[in-house]
Structures are given as C-alpha cells and as structure tokens.
C-alpha cells in the first residue's frame, strides 16, 4: 500500500480510472482514494455502480463516479472534457476496463474479435490519446492493466492476447517519446486473479465443448486447467494487483512493465529470453494435452 510521503504526493491530484464497477478497477479506485488522490472511478454504465459505492463506504472514502464506455469516442471525449471542468486537472490515466474472450479462429466470428480488439486495444489507444495533452500540461503517468497474456501468446485465448499483445506494443512504442514531454508509461501484467473478469465473460464450458468439435478434446484440457488457476485458492487477489498499480503511479521513477506476483516474473521472463518462442509453445502445449 502507500506510505505516508505518496499520500502528500497524491494530495490535490486527479487520478481517472476505467472499468471500475468489479474486480482490480474496483480495488484500485478505492486504494488510489485511500492514497489521497482525487479518483474518478469510471465504468460502462452506472447501473453497475453499487458494488464500488458499498466499497467506498467500507474503506470510507469518496469517489467520483462516472460512465464511461471505452469503446465509444464521444463517451470518452465527454467524460475527459467533464473531469477537467470538475477538477480542473488530470495527473494519470489508469487503463484498466477489459474483457475476456476465450474461442479459437476457425469457431469464432470475425465480428468477435474486432470486439475484443474494440474493447482491449482501441479502448486504450483512444482514451490514451484523449488524455495526454492534459497529462502534459501535469507531467503526469499513464498506468494500463495488461496482462501475461500481453507478452505469452495462450490457447483459446487468441483475440483476448491479440489485443494484449498490442497494448503492449503501443504502450513501449509510446514510453520513450511521451517521456520526452513529462509523461510517465507503465504496464501492469497480472496473472490469474480472483475477480469477476471471467464470470463476465459468459462463459459455458459445457455448451462451448459440445460445439467444439475437433477441438473438444484440447479444448476441454484447457479449460479444466484454466479454472483451476482462476480460483480463489490458487489466484491473486484483485487487491494485491490493485496495490501494484497504486506503487506505480506513487513512484517516483517508474519501471516500464511490472508483473503483480513471482509466478507472473517467471511466466514472463520465459518469454523474453525465448529468442525461438520454442520454450513458450512447448510450455502452452501441455494446457491443450
């Protein structure tokens, strides 16, 4: 969590967080209000909202709560306008609103994977795009929620780690030149954390492996595997990957990428001394075996 010298840091500052109605948004709302900084907790649509109210009333702190649909330029060109006229300043953009989308090419729509690109990549470039000039004028931070699945490629998860796989693309093309003007980037790569990500993915293994086909069998693998990973027992909480965030944006020099958990270090590092990529589909194989 924060020490006392970030809190005076934070103090006055304006901090803009996406897909905060569950999950590490949630978490990262409530710590970032916690740390003394100025939250502007945003989600999709505010009938979602009472879980981050109840939150913020047991933590007994105040958000600004707002809609915003990342996936929509007029939402997000209004909600950034109404910040700076509310708060007159935005000091760091946290990237975070997501969604899971697990299926493999043959069996999935095209229209399924420009929707996870519009919702984990565009989502990004677009908000990204609308808040620096503002986080200029602050010499502010950009912190966006990444993913393992950002620099390991994993089965039946193909557009979800597409999408990743180009976050992070854009957000370390982007770091050397928006330093040049102030501005700070940092990617945060979670593992398996215990939240409703995959509950809202709508997920029905017994109606996906029936209509898998060939794929059942590795299909089937997957997911046994998969669920196991995602429960409580064995997953990060969203708190512990909120707690990463909030120490990315209180830093005073930020790392670039920053994985929440030593099982993320290692599963990461697998791929960036990976000069074949032999390692890693060796390793991706054994989920489908």
């Known amino acids: 969590m924060a020490n006392p010298s970030s809190k005076s840091r934070a103090e006055g500052r304006t901090v803009l967080v996406t897909g905060t109605s569950s999950g590490i948004g949630m978490m990262a709302a409530v710590a970032l209000a916690k740390a003394g900084w100025i939250t502007v907790a945003t989600m999709r649509t505010l009938a979602r909202s009472s879980g981050l109210e109840d939150a913020a009333a047991v933590a007994g702190v105040s958000l600004d709560i707002r809609e915003l649909d990342v996936t929509d330029s007029v939402s997000i060109s209004t909600a950034v306008e109404e910040i700076i006229a509310s708060h007159g300043r935005l000091d760091a953009l946290v990237n975070n609103a997501g969604a899971a989308s ?4 043959e069996q999935m729509d095209i229209e399924g994977y420009r929707a996870a690109m519009e919702v984990n990549y565009f989502g990004v470039v677009q908000l990204t795009k609308a808040a620096l000039p503002h986080l200029r004028e602050t ?7 990444s993913s393992v699945g950002g620099a390991i490629g994993q089965p039946f998860n193909e557009a979800y780690c597409a999408a990743k796989f180009a976050v992070e693309g854009f957000m370390e093309s982007l770091h050397p030149v928006a ?8 990617i945060v790569e979670p593992g398996a954390v215990a939240s409703e990500f995959v509950a809202n993915a709508g997920l029905d293994p017994e109606a996906m492996l029936s209509a898998a086909g060939p794929y059942a069998p590795a299909l089937s693998a997957y997911l046994d595997r998969t669920l196991k990973q995602f429960d409580p027992s064995s997953a990060q909480s969203p708190g512990e990957v909120a707690d990463k965030l909030v120490e990315s944006l209180e830093i005073t020099e930020p790392v670039f990428r920053v994985q929440t958990s030593a099982w993320a270090r290692d599963f990461v590092s697998t791929k960036l001394v990976d000069l074949d990529g032999s ?4 390793l991706t194989a054994t989920w489908v075996n």
Do not use: M
């Open 179 to 186: 330093k040049t003007v102030g501005v700070d980037i940092c």
């Open 102 to 105: 697990v299926g493999t090419i």
């Open 279 to 282: 390692r890693v589909t060796e």
């Open 139 to 145: 010499r502010g931070r950009v912190v966006t929620i």
